[in-house]
DNA sequence: TGTCTCGATAGGTTATGACTATGGCCGATT
DNA sequence: AATCGGCCATAGTCATAACCTATCGAGACA
C-alpha cells in the first residue's frame, strides 16, 4: 500500500468521479483508474461501485476512507513539522560549558546570541571538561564549549578565544603592590587550586610547573567563587581566568586582582561538536557570535 | 513521501542500525539507506546522526518518529478492516421488499437466512416498487425484491418464486361455498383494492381485466391488513397473493380466502440489483435461500 | 440513431526501488 | 604500526511499478 494510493481513493471519495479526481491528483484519468484497482486488488475488497454515471463508495469504502483521510493528514503533519524545522537556525541547542567558562562567558554572549539567532532555543548545561565530553559524544548535547587541546576522535573543534590567567592574591599580600606579576614572582607561594575534574586546576598546575610553588593541600574549591573567597581570607593565591575578573567579578572585598607579565600565560577556549552532528549550521552560528563577542570586548 | 519510506525510519528507529533495519525490512543495506536519504531530502531535514558505530535520531526524527509510528499503525488498521470486510456474506446487506411482500416473505425465510448467513447483517426496509428501484439506483439500498417485471436498465434480475393469487371473500359471500374458484366468477362484483403505487393493484386490475368488475372507489386500502378487514366488513371482494394468506393471515374473522381453479393467475416474485453492486455474492446467497425456502413450503 | 460521457484496456516509455559489488572510515586487535 | 572487521555510502545494473496517449465499449441523452 502506498501514501499515494490512498491520496488517488481520498480524490476519489470527494469527486465521485475518476477523470475530476485524476485531474486533482494530476495524473491522467488511466492512472488513477489502474492504481485505485491496485489498491482494491490489494486489499481483497472492492472500495467503489462503477456505476454508470455515478461513483460510490461500498460499505468497506466508507469505513477506510475516514483512516485513510486521517494517514494522509498525519502525512501532512510529518511534511509540515520538517519544515518548521527546516530551518537550520532554529529549534533548540544544547550546549555545555566548563564550569570555569560558562557563568563569566555567558552574561557576555547571550544578549548578542539572543539578538542573531533569534529562533534557537539554546538549552544550557555545566559539565567538568570529561563528563561534557561524554556526554557529547552520547548525543545528549550538540556543543560543548571547554579548554583546549581536548582528545578529537570524532569530533570537530574550533578555536574561539584566548582567555589570559591572572593571579588573585589577598589585598594585604606583597604582590598585590605590583604594577604585573610575573611567572617567577608565584615562587613559594602557596597555590589553592579547584578540585580534581576541573580542567583549570591542571592549567595552573602547567603554568606554575617550573618554579616552586606548594598547593595548599587542605583545601580544594568546589567552584570559582569558592576559591575567591578562599583568597580573600588569606588562605594563599590562586590563578583566575581573565573572563572570572570582570564585572561584578574583578578586584575587592580584600581580593587583588594582578595581570601578568608578558608572556602572559593563558588557554585556548574553543568549542567541540560531532563530527556528524546535524546542527552544524546552528553550531557553527554560535560559534561565530561568541567569536566577535570576545574580540569586541577584548 | 512514501509508507515504505515511514517503515524503514521507524524500523531505523527501533534497531539503530542501518544492516539491522535492513534485515527487518527485508531488503538489503544499500536499499534502505538510499531510501532514508531519499526522505530525509524530501523533508528537507536530517533525520538521523550517522556517528561511527551508532545511529542516532536527530531532534526532529525525534518529533516525526511517533508520527510516523501512527501512520503505518493506521495502514495496518486498513488492512485488518479489509481482511475482515474480506468474506463476502459478512457485513451489512440493505434488502428492500415491497409491503405485499416482506411481511408475508420474512417469517419464512428468517430463520433459514440467520442459519445459512450468520455474518449477514441484513437491514430490512419497506418501499413500493418506484422508490425501492429509486433507492436502488441511488445505492441507498443494495437488494430489491417485488413483482416482476420491472424495468431493468443498469439493474439484474432474478426469479425468486411464482406467487399464486388467491380470492378473499366475505364468510357470507356466494363464492365461500364453492371449492376453487374461475376468474369469470368474479364478472359483477365490487372489487377492493390498494391505493396507488402498490403493484398488487395493478396485477389484480390486471387479472380482472377480462370480466366485468367495478372497483369501490370510495375506499382504498393502505395496506393488505387492511384491505383484509374491509372485505370481511362486505365492503367488496379481493385478490390477495398467495403469501399473505397462510398461517395467521388465513381464513377466518368473517373472511374467507378461496384458490383459484386453473389457469391459476399468479405475480412472479423477483430479486433486483445493481449490475454494479459490489455485493453480488451476497445477494446471490440471499436470494438462494429464498429460492429454497419457497421451493420447500410450496 | 448518432453523439457524448466516462471508466477500462492496450501498448509503450520513464522513473523508482531493488540488487551486488565495492569503497572508505573508524574502532579494535595483535 | 599494521591488519582486520563492522558499518554506512557509493556506483552500476536491472526489474517493475507508475505513468502517458490512444482507443474501446457501455450507457445516457438529445
Redesign the interface.
Known sequence: ????DLRYFVALADTRHFGKAAERCFVSQPTLSAQIKKLENY????L?????R?V?L???GQ??LP??R??LQ??D???S???N??DPLS??LKIAFIPTIGPYLLPLAARKLRKQLPRLKLMLYEYQTQPLLEKL?A?EIELGVLALPVPTD?LEVRELYEESFTVAVPNQHALAKKPHVKIDDLSGETLLLLEDGHCLRDQALDVCSLIDVKENEDYRATSLETLRQMVAAGLGITLLPQLATRGPFGSGHGLAVKSFAKPIPSRTVGAVW?K????SEAISAVCDVIRTTMSEKS
Chains 1, 2 share one sequence.
Open positions: 500500500m502506498n501514501l499515494r486489499l481483497g475488497v472492492q467503489l461501485e462503477r456505476q454508470p455515478k460510490t461500498t460499505e468497506t469505513k477506510i483512516l485513510a486521517r494517514i498525519e502525512s503533519e510529518i511534511v513539522l520538517a519544515r524545522e527546516h529549534g533548540k559524544r548525543g570524532g560531532r556528524s552532528s546535524a546542527r
